[in-house]
């Protein structure tokens, strides 16, 4: 075969040891287009222009529906392969823009035309109805092979898709555009599904904190229960408690009030009204603590020892554990030291009494 501008060389295939087959195709001013408006393939020849010039795609004129519904589509141009096979119904009925039979492309989907149908009605509308159910079929295999790709990958990442895919509410607007990309059956890109995993293991880090967390609270919670059960009547209410001395065990403390406290109390003794306690109107407690060895300035007698704060004993201590004044006098004539606010007594009114007079208020 010579070549010509109309004639491109598709190339050579070795069929036996010293033979090669060449093939050829001639370029054509044929185009072919498939219609979307009516869903069918419709051809034209474009005459007048040279093969070799005449561009890969033109304008095609749609002829269904009649001269009042004509419009143009987007066609391709139809390259004929030469060949020895005898033309058949595949070449006449064909729509791609390849012909590889014996006519060179002159009867390469001639069923498409408007000549055809005006004079094969019948045998038209049969082949636009074939046409239509072969594409369905591809269609559906499509769609068969499209889900059957999907099902694989999704069984293969399954553990992690499997947790956001059933998760009732999702924080995450990523994971909700992500669950509603795979509900599309469109499998997630490697980047995705990248993501998807590094908020997989943060949330799992994270409930695994607020585990360890509930664990912890209800740990505290039993322990608070229990040293709940175990206090004493009105043990850590400060309510029921008052500035004064207090006994538990073998150790004494001395309540006081901080300052908004003792101004409450200060109001009431000069108005001599009841006043509602304030809520930050709080008692602290003082530990008496030994001191050998720490003498009276100018005097030869040692303290018995001094006060120290204690935290935390204020919720411990209740109103039983409240020190009588006899008690409290008697402590206080033992060692010359008032069990109030710590001064060594030197006057003897104040000894006898067992403290001075201020102090002794803290019993009234």
């Not at 039979?101 to 035309?113: A, Q």
């Not at 039993?222 to 209410?237: F, K, N, S, T, V």
Request: with cysteine; glycine share 8%; proline share 3%.
């Amino acid at each position: 075969m010579v070549m010509t501008e109309e004639t491109l060389h598709l190339g050579d295939r070795r069929v036996r040891r010293s033979a090669h087959a060449s093939t050829d195709a001639t370029q054509t001013t044929i185009y072919l287009g498939v219609c979307d408006v009516h869903n069918v393939p419709v051809r034209e020849s474009k005459l007048g222009l040279y093969p070799h010039l005449a561009p890969k795609h033109s304008r095609v004129l749609c002829f269904i529906g009649g001269s009042d519904q004509e419009h143009e589509i987007l066609g391709e141009k139809l390259i004929a392969v030469d060949t020895t096979l005898d033309c058949d119904s595949q070449c006449r009925a064909a729509r791609g823009r390849f012909c590889s039979c014996g006519c060179g492309g002159i009867n390469h989907g001639d069923h498409w035309t408007r000549q055809y149908m005006l004079d094969h009605r019948e045998l038209f509308e049969a082949e636009v109805a074939r046409y239509r159910v072969a594409q369905e079929k591809l269609e559906l295999k499509r769609e068969a092979t499209k889900r059957d790709k999907f099902e694989n990958w999704m069984a293969a990442h399954a553990e992690e898709l499997n947790w956001f895919m059933n998760a009732e509410n999702l924080r995450s607007g990523f994971l909700r555009s992500m669950r509603a990309q795979l509900s599309e059956m469109k499998p997630l890109s490697e980047g995705q599904l990248r993501v998807v995993n590094t908020i997989r293991q943060e949330e799992a880090e994270g409930r695994a904190r607020w585990q360890v967390e509930e664990r912890r609270n209800a740990e505290r919670e039993e322990r608070q229960q229990a040293a709940q059960a175990a206090r004493r009547p009105g043990q850590g209410d400060q309510s029921l408690l008052s500035v004064g001395v207090y006994r538990l065990g073998e150790d004494i403390y001395v309540l006081t009030g901080n300052m908004v406290y003792k101004s409450w109390k200060k109001r009431m003794r000069i108005s001599g009204q009841d006043e509602q306690r304030p809520e930050d109107a709080r008692l602290y407690a003082k530990k008496w603590v030994r001191t050998p060895g720490l003498r009276v300035a100018d005097t030869d007698r040692e303290m018995y020892g001094r006060l120290e704060y204690a935290s935390g004993v204020i919720f411990k201590i209740a109103p039983e554990d409240r020190m009588p004044l006899e008690d409290a006098a008697a402590w206080t004539q033992q060692f010359s030291q008032c069990v109030v606010c710590g001064k060594h007594i030197e006057v003897k009114a104040s000894l006898d009494r067992g403290m001075g007079p201020v102090c002794a208020g803290y019993f009234a």
